[in-house]
């Protein structure tokens, strides 16, 4: 079965066309694009104009890739920018007419599909997973065991994320240490009490999300991003806080031309580097590992299933288009 998912969140926009047998993905193509859907929400509450363009933009271009994979189906979510957005109609009304049906999904949903894309890597094993995103965080324990229901533990999609947390506190270019703490004690404030409330943290954390996969490229200096070597890469707190040491000093255009960063993330890549040393800091993880399967490979999957008439493992039944 041939699928193709799109997910447009607060900091990127992101195609995938995926082949998928007996509930497995066996071959995909990803593109993503820096929109920024995000510019300006947290503060407005309103999509940007200039954001709207560069979603649609991008998205103009995925439906021309889309139309030349031939899929069975296509399903357009949004998540964090757009369910805090008050202007949202106008975004969708405009991806109505380039023939795609957007929704926009819960927290809660967003962390099940990224769980259960992730889970594929380690089954039967009891993993937390994080997606972080440019604004909000999903947080989930649980695991997966191959043609039984999921078994989740806490869930929980946190209002913080890279651009959140860049636009709240790391006002300064570059930032002042006082910025940099005062945001990094309300990230870890909000990470110490979900792992509270969850009661436990497994031995491993992976974690999902352009943050951590720019984190691996920079603490590398990949001149070149290479998804094979990133994928299931473990990322140290050492490696973290190297990335926010050589970031701290830095304007952001000083921060674009370091190896392993794309130019269009270097506004909130300091702020997302702090995310993820809170995120670890607040269960005491000393690494995570880093997946690139993600929401999107959650979504492939769950689209095979609806379509196969399977009741979906995630418990949710996606919109389609075609």
Known sequence: MRVAAIDLGT??????TAVVEDGLVVSSTKHTVITDLGQGVDATGRLNEAAIERVVEACAQFVREIADFGPDA???????????????????????????RPQVIPGEVEARLT????AHDFPGQRIAVADSGGGSTELVVGSYVPGQPLELGRLQSLDIGCRRITDRYLVGNPPTSEQINEGSAWALKLFESYWHEAGEHPDRL??????????????????????SFVHLHELTGADVAKCIGLMR??????????????????????GGAIIIRELMRAAGYE????????????????????????DPAIGWIPELSW
């Open 206 to 227: 992976v974690a999902v999300g352009g943050t951590v996969t720019t984190l691996v490229a920079m603490a590398n200096e990949l001149a070149v991003y290479d998804s």
């Open 115 to 118: 769980f259960y894309g992730v």
């Open 287 to 310: 690494s995570l590992t880093v997946s690139e399967n993600s929401l999107l490979v959650g979504m492939a999957i769950t689209m095979y299933e609806t379509l196969s008439n399977i």
């Open 74 to 100: 296509i399903c357009t979510t949004l998540t964090s920018a757009a369910r805090d957005a008050e202007n949202g109609a106008v975004l969708f009304a405009r991806l109505e007419k380039l023939g795609l």
């Open 249 to 270: 000093v830095r304007t952001v255009d000083q921060i674009a031309e370091l190896p392993g960063i794309q130019p269009q993330r270097a506004p909130v890549m300091l």
């Open 11 to 16: 900091v990127s926009s992101r195609l995938l």
